[in-house]
């Protein structure tokens, strides 16, 4: 052994501080990987953390269930259903996989794959591949677990009774907000709230843990309306067939509960289907019966005969001469159909006389006339809160001069709403007190009411009102087999650009049923008839004739004319 | 000493299955949560489809039409009238 004293070996003859030197740098390895797994944990875990999360962790939205909107009787008007939308990440799709999705999906293949790869090299990590469709078929589509694409959960509205009610219910968008109607003004109430949580998903956006519930979904709350969506059914037909027969602009009706002052019908043409989005258009789309305002012509009468019998200054009984047949007033000439020399206030009804009610605003005064007329609700909002619901206007006191004052004593110089119109003409039909109109169960009926006129004076009013249809008067043709009618014609010149118009008209007729115990009270406005027939007796009186005759026998009205040979009903309890 | 170290080894072992067993059971809960959830959906689905397809029978045309062509059912002329 050649030892050397100062240099230790070991047993193998290799030199111990080498053998240091390896082990020393092993620990140091080790040491580095500590350090390195400490800096993880600590310095750097925050970062990582998040990063991790980024990738699997999703903060999901469920949304709520737009709640139900219903006609009186539950019946369905407007619906939401679960439907899926599929949506794809470009980024992680494979686009060899996509022709087999665009044929489940009934898209085009290479339009499909040129978008997605459009999007893929523009960095998108979104994009649409079809909203809203059926489960089942989206269900078809996820089953083949193609990595990055996925469906969410979504609601879809539907709406049975599509241009029935459409302008009354209104529609939804595609993200399910309100755009008109009440869909629009109770999209708040309707919309609930949606939820939101944290889960984590993998790559076929399976949730494989919920981390936290931020919200749950709240579904929103049902509307029911107080319309009657057998009588809405009827009078869009009714209404339908006139503006069509007489190639008319427009039509709407209202038809209104004579008793309790709720909206049972409301109905204009054009219509529109609000399932089919790619149809709309807009001017189809406006709630005439709310959101226009017409001048309503002689439909008016009523409410100045009203206001003279309630001065106590006169009967029904009372005759008015109105020979020669025109009145001149200022430098306008006043005219009637023909003269009809003396005339009762009746007669001043039945006849539908400009001069007789001209001469009866004049005895009353600017003051009354106006007091009378706001009171019965004419030019007044009528508060239902639908968007865009007409004011319309009644010249104040001041602004009337005796021209003005003879003008808005049959109906001109004024403008209302077909429903405002058809809410004025409650004042008749509820002993003289009229009610708030109402649109929506959920609003409790208010228990006071406006009062207008004297009891006696509403029961007057009524009894002139029958006599319109009598065969004497304007508005024979409105007559209904079986029930005593009462109502008024009206026929407006339109406005146009210099003034009245010679040949473009607005024909109204607005009446109440049964006269002995008034039920219904309907509103017919059919705008610009063409043709022969413009007349308000002519055009909208019918249609307000089979309107009532079908919705006076759905709401079961015993018939209370006299007249009418009936059965008696054998063994039947008597 | 040497006890309290035991117990505390005991503590965490427990503690670690425990958390093993609850983090199982949250799952399982979460998938049966989901499969309910699904059913629910699509039990709606359904609801909302069979409610369409109500008031698509029930619709007051389509009534109307069965009761005249399908029934021969008319609308009560003057005589017809019955009173009690």
Redesign the interface.
């Known amino acids: 052994m050649n030892a050397q004293p100062n240099q230790q070996t070991t047993l193998s003859g290799i030199t111990r501080w080498r053998f240091t030197l390896v082990l020393a740098v092993f620990g140091c390895l080790l040491g580095a990987v500590l350090v390195r797994l400490v800096m993880l944990h600590t310095v750097d875990q925050p970062f990582l953390f998040e990063q991790g999360e980024k990738r699997t962790v999703r903060e999901e939205v469920q949304p709520a269930?737009r709640g139900m909107i219903t006609d009186r009787y539950g019946?369905?008007l407007a619906?939401?259903?679960?439907v899926v939308t599929l949506w794809l990440n470009p980024q992680q799709v494979n686009v060899q996989q996509l022709p087999a999705v665009a044929a489940d999906l009934g898209l085009s293949r290479k339009e499909l794959t040129r978008k997605v790869e459009r999007a893929a090299t523009q960095g998108r990590s979104f994009l649409y591949l079809k909203r809203q469709v059926q489960?089942e078929l989206a269900q078809q589509v996820l089953k083949r677990r193609i990595a990055g694409i996925y469906g969410d959960?979504d609601f879809r509205r539907?709406y049975?009774?599509a241009e029935i009610t459409a302008h009354t219910v209104g529609i939804v968008d595609i993200d399910g907000k309100g755009q008109e109607g009440l869909e629009l003004a109770f999209d708040d109430f309707l919309q609930g709230s949606e939820g939101s949580r944290q889960v984590v998903k993998d790559l076929y956006g399976n949730?494989?843990?919920?981390l936290k519930v931020n919200a749950v979904p709240q579904p929103g709350g049902d509307l029911a309306l107080t319309l009657d969506?057998?009588l809405q059914?009827?009078a869009y037909?009714e209404l339908k067939a006139a503006v069509s027969q007489h190639h008319a602009k427009s039509g709407s009706a209202v038809l209104v509960d004579a008793r309790s002052g709720d909206v049972l019908a409301l109905v204009n043409q054009p219509s529109y289907n609000p399932n089919n989005r790619a149809s709309l258009r807009a001017e189809n789309m406006r709630n005439r019966a709310i959101a226009d305002l017409i001048e309503p012509g002689s439909t008016i009468k009523p409410f100045t005969v009203a206001a003279a019998l309630s001065s106590g200054r006169y009967f029904p009984s009372s005759e008015i001469n109105t020979a020669p047949g025109f009145v001149r007033v200022k430098n306008k000439t006043i005219r009637d159909h023909r003269n009809y020399g003396v005339l009762d206030i009746t007669g001043v009804i039945t006849k539908s006389s400009n001069v007789g009610v001209t001469f009866l605003a004049h005895q009353l005064g600017a003051e009354n006339i106006w007091d009378f007329f706001s009171k019965a609700g004419i030019g007044q909002a009528t508060v239902l809160g639908f968007p865009g619901e007409a004011v319309g206007s009644l010249p104040y006191p001041e602004q009337m001069d005796a021209l003005r004052l003879a003008t808005v004593s049959y109906g001109y110089g004024l403008s209302v709403s077909p429903l405002q119109l058809a809410h004025a003409y409650t004042s008749f039909t509820q002993g003289g007190c009229r009610n708030p109109v109402r649109l929506l169960m959920n609003n409790q009926p208010q228990t006071k009411c406006q009062r207008v006129m004297p009891e006696k004076v509403a029961r007057q009013v009524l009894d002139m009102l029958e006599t319109v249809t009598s065969k004497q008067g304007t508005g024979s043709r409105a007559r209904v087999?079986?029930y005593r009618v009462g109502g008024k014609t009206g026929t407006a010149h339109k406005v146009g650009q210099q003034g009245y118009e010679d040949s473009e008209y607005t024909a109204v007729f607005s009446g109440i049923a049964p006269i002995s115990s008034p039920d219904l009270v309907l509103v017919v406005v059919i705008d610009s008839p063409q043709g022969k027939e413009y007349y308000g007796g002519e055009v909208a009186a019918p249609v307000f004739s089979r309107i009532m005759q079908q919705a006076l026998?759905l709401r079961q009205v015993?018939?209370d004319d006299g007249s009418?040979?009936?059965?008696?009903?054998a063994g039947?309890?008597? | 000493m040497k006890a309290g170290a035991a117990l505390l080894w005991a503590v965490v072992l427990i503690s670690a299955l425990a958390q093993v067993g609850v983090v199982h059971g949250h799952r399982t809960l979460l998938q049966e949560w989901q499969q309910e959830d699904a059913l629910r959906v699509q039990l709606l689905q359904e609801h909302t489809r069979l409610l369409l397809e109500k008031s698509t029978l029930t619709a007051h045309g389509r009534v109307d039409q069965q009761a005249r062509k399908q029934l021969n059912m008319t609308e009560p002329g003057k005589v017809q009238v019955l009173s009690q």
């Open positions: 269930m019946k369905p619906v939401s259903t679960p489960p959960d539907f049975p009774a949730v494989i843990k919920q969506l057998r059914y009827l037909r087999a079986g026998r015993a018939p009418l040979p009936t059965l008696q009903m039947g309890p008597a």
